[in-house]
């Protein structure tokens, strides 16, 4: 059975029954008073019934406006504690994020979006830049974060944090203190996987300007490189923000003062049909507040 009226003009009717007027709903509701006659009119034309006793110029529930009130003011009470509910729930999100954004970067952000939004659901999952595109244009993530470039039609994709990717390797590895980067091409690379960002950005970057490169393992994650590198096996291109705790305690050395940092940006992945929810709108919100793109645009 289809409904032949609206919550609007149930509350209408309510406020008129409440005022006694059209008059006194309209400054009950602040609509006009034309406002409420016309959809107090549509309500009674629904119904196929006179809801009041015109006296004067009071509005008098008749008997089947008295039967109407009850049940309008069960319904748009219900409503109103719906409307309630809804806007006091906490944000609810399911997050895709490229594995040096979800495994280093994004857990302190997380944890701080849930200090400032108490009760909140976010769901992470973390695979590389291939995977989390994947995943937001089948809507299975309501935003991504990503280190590696995309041209999807369908993504609105947006510089969110700089990045700096630099060329590490153990401290015991003698490679760590050759001065000449060309000789670089021969040692033993340990590389990220097709589809990772930082595999894309090692060959656009690196790659190129070396030239062939020994490379020995390909690895499904960044911490398995760097736990490679601690072992004192090989050498690696990756973001700082993983080895910097290493570097800084000595275990992993940065190599050569000729050897390029890269730099890039880490994004934010949208489809473009998805829905600007409240919950969207307030994480996008707080990662803008942790955006620092222009410190590589001054260059610092």
Aim: with cysteine.
């Amino acid at each position: 059975m289809a409904l032949r009226f609206t919550l609007r003009q149930l509350s209408v009717f309510i406020a008129v029954a409440e005022s006694g007027s059209t008059i006194g709903a309209g400054k009950i509701l602040s609509i006009s008073q034309s406002a409420v006659s016309s959809a107090l009119s549509e309500l009674e034309s629904a119904v196929n019934e006179r809801l009041f006793d015109r006296h004067g110029k009071r509005l008098i529930l008749n008997d089947t406006g008295r039967t109407l009130h009850l049940s309008a003011n069960t319904l748009v009470k219900s409503a109103e504690a719906i409307a309630q509910d809804f806007e006091s729930t906490p944000p609810s999100l399911r997050i895709a994020a490229s594995n040096t954004i979800g495994n280093y970067v994004l857990p302190g952000i997380l944890a701080q979006f849930l200090a400032q939004y108490p009760g909140a659901r976010l769901d992470l999952v973390v695979g590389n830049t291939r995977e989390v595109i994947e995943a937001v244009n089948q809507f299975k993530a309501d935003i991504g974060l990503i280190e590696g470039d995309s041209y999807d039609p369908h993504l609105r994709i947006t510089p969110w944090i700089d990045d700096e990717m630099i060329i590490v390797t153990s401290a015991q590895n003698l490679i760590a203190y050759q001065k000449n980067w060309p000789d670089l091409a021969h040692a033993d690379w340990i590389v990220r996987e097709p589809g990772s960002g930082t595999r894309e950005i090692f060959e656009q970057q690196v790659g190129r300007k070396l030239g062939k490169l020994n490379i020995t393992l390909e690895l499904g994650s960044s911490e398995a490189i760097r736990r490679t590198l601690l072992s004192g096996y090989g050498v690696s291109c990756l973001s700082r923000h993983i080895v910097a705790d290493d570097i800084k305690n000595g275990q992993l050395k940065m190599i050569g003062h000729n050897a390029p940092i890269v730099r890039r940006f880490f994004s934010t992945v949208i489809h473009h049909d998805k829905a600007p929810t409240r919950s969207l709108s307030a994480f996008h919100a707080f990662l803008e507040q942790h955006a620092r793109i222009d410190s590589f645009k001054e260059g610092k």
